[in-house]
């Protein structure tokens, strides 16, 4: 390109466009360079006091920072610790509050729905602030002046600190799941280990003896304990394991955050797999289940490894559960207001349904008790 559409990246501000960067490095990026433009378009309005100078500098001295945090490099620590993430949000979110502070009484209007819709989004309904403002604003005829400035900032302060501690929950779940994945994968590694180091030790208890009249002796590989036998059976648990998460994928959804949740909990289900394969297969061998202490064959091993494998999938459920309750907490602007988005809705059909919804719970639950029965 040349003449006056050849541009240069980055710009004299330092903000980058099209970094081959993650998802939120990106959206951050743009939202950098957007606020700038609002500190060169006041700094622009000229005649300003000393006082505004003094803020004005200060933001750009957050924006800088801000800049700083996403174009340096992402190193293990700083992903685990979130260091990069929170640098960058937390100068932004001061970036804003300076923003408002300076912005003219015209600009202020818009600034008003900004920051009414963030106090829905990350502040309950009974917070006194945000009900404060909100008053104000009403009985101002829907627009947000100068004399409530001051009420503004407060407002957006606490929103933006909201927003921050949803992120770092979920940054701390994630680490969490983490530190599972490693504990787990660490377990059934050394179990692998040890079943070749001593096959007598935990290998033996994985093979079974047929029913008679043959009476023959089998493991999982062979006819004879061997290292291999512990690590078949944790291989079979974890193909278990990783159809059962291909499965859960119909009703995984994707985020937007910066971290990848979803995707550790699907990591944390392989580990698990082999572990359940392993326990399942000694819950059977030490007659833990009346009348159901033998095998026939070694293929009928591997096929309860592979089962135990699928059936860690009732543990790793409730886990993916509080991470869709997470995720679902982590609001931002795509994201509706109501925390139950079908509870009101819900309750005025119940309402309207009236008796009809009352039968059908009872049908409902008559339907679970006689499945109790039969299994």
């Known amino acids: 390109m040349t003449g006056n559409h050849q541009r240069m990246y980055p710009d004299e501000a330092g903000d980058v466009a099209g970094r081959n960067r993650s998802s939120w490095h990106q959206r951050a990026s743009a939202y950098v360079a957007e606020l700038q433009a609002e500190l060169d378009r006041i700094e622009v309005r000229g005649d300003l006091s000393d006082e ?14 801000a800049r700083e945090a996403l174009n340096g490099p992402d190193t293990l620590l700083s992903s685990i610790s979130g ?20 912005a003219s009484d015209k600009d202020l209007t818009w600034w008003g729905t900004e920051v009414l819709a963030r106090a829905k989004q990350h502040l309950g309904d009974e917070d006194p602030i945000r009900n404060e403002l909100e008053s104000q604003v009403d009985l101002n005829g829907k627009r947000l002046d100068a004399r409530f400035r001051d009420l503004a900032v407060r407002v957006l302060r606490a929103a933006n ?42 290998a033996q208890k994985l093979c079974f003896v047929s029913p008679p009249p043959d009476n023959k ?19 079979f648990g974890l193909c278990g394991a990783a159809l059962a998460g291909a499965v859960s994928l119909r009703n995984m959804q994707g985020t937007a955050t910066p971290y990848m949740v979803p995707i550790c909990l699907l990591l944390l289900r392989l580990p698990v797999g082999a572990l359940a394969a392993i326990f399942g297969l000694l819950i059977i061998q ?79 639950g008559w339907r679970y008790v006689f499945h109790c029965r039969r299994y």
């Open 52 to 65: 505004t100078k003094s803020l004005l500098e200060k933001a750009e001295v957050q924006l800088h920072a």
């Open 83 to 102: 260091s990069v993430v929170d640098r960058t949000w937390a100068n932004i979110h001061r970036a804003e509050l300076s923003i408002l502070k300076l």
């Open 161 to 202: 600190d909201a927003q921050d501690l949803e992120r770092s929950r979920l940054r701390s779940f994630r680490n969490i799941l983490l530190i599972s994945v490693l504990l787990t994968s660490t377990i059934a590694i050394l179990i692998a280990v040890w079943g070749y180091a001593n096959p007598e030790a935990i």
């Open 217 to 235: 002796a089998f493991c999982p590989v062979g006819t004879h304990p061997a290292g291999g036998d512990v690590l078949i059976v944790e291989f």
């Open 286 to 364: 030490g007659g833990f289940v009346p009348g159901f202490s033998n095998l026939d064959s070694g293929a009928q091993v591997l096929a309860w490894a592979l089962v135990f494998g699928v059936a860690q999938e009732s543990v790793t459920r409730l886990i993916d559960q509080q991470g869709k309750k997470i995720i679902g907490n982590v609001r931002g602007p795509s994201r509706g207001f109501d925390n139950d988005p079908k509870g009101k809705s819900a309750n005025l059909e119940e309402k309207a349904a009236g008796g009809v919804a009352m039968n059908s719970r009872r049908k409902t």
